[in-house]
């Protein structure tokens, strides 16, 4: 089976710039969430959604929008990029809620 | 609302022990353990659902203690293959998401 994909898996972007992230979950997970990790931090929740609905959010700013399709892969939205917004991005599915999380490779954004 | 991690750094020669402590300030429902290593994704490790609960996982086990809000991971007889950063997950009561601590760099050496 394959497991949690995203994609791209490098961007780099300049300031001000919008960037898509996109995940396909495993199937039959219902639930992604997604995370920003900079480096030697741990990952820092910034949504999660299940059945397409947003079921939680992180302390992120508004510039920060994502949604769930009904094949429950899932996009993350960052408008007016900000040097602060350069991390890997992890998206993660889950059958349900607080059920183990298996995690993407990530997408690694630069922003410059 | 992270969970807090300590030690922040650990560094074992192979067949040392390792404790790993993760408290929260809310009500925990249950707490999760990733190992993320150099490059990768984190990858899961165990769940652990109740009050005094204890799982283990080859050589490495963990312990739920629910009236304290803590977890411990312990690693013993440590292998190279061990090294990486430990996070442990938390999820409360009154909200869905998992938040992480910020990791605790286990290095093994030979």
């Known amino acids: 089976d394959a497991g949690v994909t995203q994609s791209p898996t490098h961007l780099i972007k300049t300031r001000g710039q919008h960037v898509t992230l996109r995940c396909s979950p495993i199937?039959?997970?219902?639930?992604v969430s997604w995370y920003q990790q900079v480096l030697g931090q741990g990952p820092q929740f910034i949504f999660q959604?299940?059945?397409?609905?947003?079921?939680g959010r992180g302390n992120f700013p508004d510039r920060f929008s994502a949604r769930q399709f009904p094949n429950y892969s899932s996009e993350l939205n960052v408008n007016a990029l900000l040097l602060g917004d350069s991390a890997l991005y992890l998206c993660?599915?889950?059958?349900?809620?607080?059920?183990?999380?298996?995690f993407g490779s990530g997408t690694q954004l630069s922003v410059l | 609302q992270q969970p807090v991690q300590s030690p922040q750094a650990v560094i074992l020669r192979e067949g040392e022990d390792a404790v790993i402590n993760c408290s929260s300030s809310?009500?925990?429902?249950?707490v999760h353990w990733y190992r993320q290593k150099h490059g990768e994704a984190p990858v899961f490790l165990m769940i652990?659902?109740?009050?005094?609960e204890q799982k283990g996982h080859e050589k490495i086990s963990a312990s739920f203690n629910e009236k304290k809000q803590q977890s411990s991971l312990y690693l013993t007889a440590s292998q190279l293959s061990y090294s990486g950063t430990y996070f442990c997950?938390?999820?409360?009561?009154?909200?869905?998401?998992?938040?992480f601590g910020a990791g605790t760099r286990l290095t093994v050496k030979p």
């Open positions: 959604y299940y059945e397409k609905e947003e079921r």
């Open positions: 199937s039959g997970h219902k639930s």
């Open positions: 809310k009500a925990l429902y249950s």
């Open positions: 652990l659902l109740k009050g005094g």
């Open positions: 993660a599915s889950s059958l349900s809620f607080r059920e183990k999380l298996f």
């Open positions: 997950g938390t999820a409360w009561y009154n909200n869905n998401d998992m938040r």
